[in-house]
T-cell receptor, first 114, second 115 residues
Framework: KAGVTQTPRYLIKTRGQQVTLSCSPI?????VSWYQQTPGQGLQFLFE???????NKGNFPGRFSGRQFSNSRSEMNVSTLELGDSALYLC?????????????FGNGTRLTVT | AQSVTQPDIHITVSEGASLELRCNYS??????LFWYVQSPGQGLQLLLK??????LVQGIKGFEAEFKRSQSSFNLRKPSVHWSDAAEYFC?????????????FGKGTTLSVSS
């Protein structure tokens, strides 16, 4: 079974631009979550989608948004990029929506904002 | 508020020696606990999880962890470390059912293995 696929692997953007990251979950998984990983703040939860509905959202500004499509694929968008948005963005999928449903992570998209 | 603390930022262990990585959590109810490992340039891989029942849980790659409610701890252990175990290790706690699958992660412990 193919794992979680994130594209692209690397991105370089300029401050003020916007960016869209893509995530394809493991086949059959209906829950997709996004995390931001930085050296200073560590791993922080952004949001979770299940069956195209946002279930939970972390403590991030409205510039961070996401969506999930009917095939469970998900996209994350960051508008008006700031230098502090430079991070590794990890997508994770899960077969269920409960807290006993372990996350399977992709290899991430490394975003650099200059 | 829920939180996870990994007191050790960096640990160096000799190959073949035993390993224990510490994790302390703060959570009001019965926690759902996880250990993940991240190799450079990779995503996170689940090592093991604890939901309920036997407090000693076995995971992949020869790892185990013990849940101690009285100490609010979930320490990860391995009897004999291999050079390939060098990576960053994250402890995480799951919230209540309303939180879905969202996890709160510790800041991680980097493991170096010396020969």
């Amino acid at each position: 079974k193919a794992g979680v696929t994130q594209t692209p692997r690397y991105l370089i953007k300029t401050r003020g631009q916007q960016v869209t990251l893509s995530c394809s979950p493991i086949s059959g998984h209906r829950s997709v979550s996004w995390y931001q990983q930085t050296p200073g703040q560590g791993l922080q939860f952004l949001f979770e989608y299940f069956s195209e509905t946002q279930r939970n959202k972390g403590n991030f500004p409205g510039r961070f948004s996401g969506r999930q499509f009917s095939n469970s694929r998900s996209e994350m968008n960051v508008s008006t990029l700031e230098l502090g948005d430079s991070a590794l963005y990890l997508c994770a999928s899960s077969p269920g929506q409960g807290r006993n449903s372990p996350l399977h992570f992709g290899n991430g998209t490394r975003l650099t904002v200059t | 508020a829920q939180s996870v603390t990994q007191p050790d930022i960096h640990i160096t262990v000799s190959e073949g020696a035993s390993l224990e990585l510490r994790c302390n959590y703060s959570y009001g109810a019965t926690p759902y606990l996880f250990w993940y490992v991240q190799s450079p340039g990779q995503g996170l891989q689940l090592l093991l999880k604890y939901f309920s029942g036997d407090t000693l849980v076995q995971g992949i790659k020869g790892f185990e962890a013990e849940f101690k409610r009285s100490q609010s701890s979930f320490n990860l252990r391995k009897p004999s470390v291999h050079w390939s175990d060098a990576a960053e290790y994250f402890c995480a706690v799951g919230g209540n059912n309303q939180a879905g699958t969202a996890l709160i992660f510790g800041k991680g412990t980097t493991l170096s293995v010396s020969s």
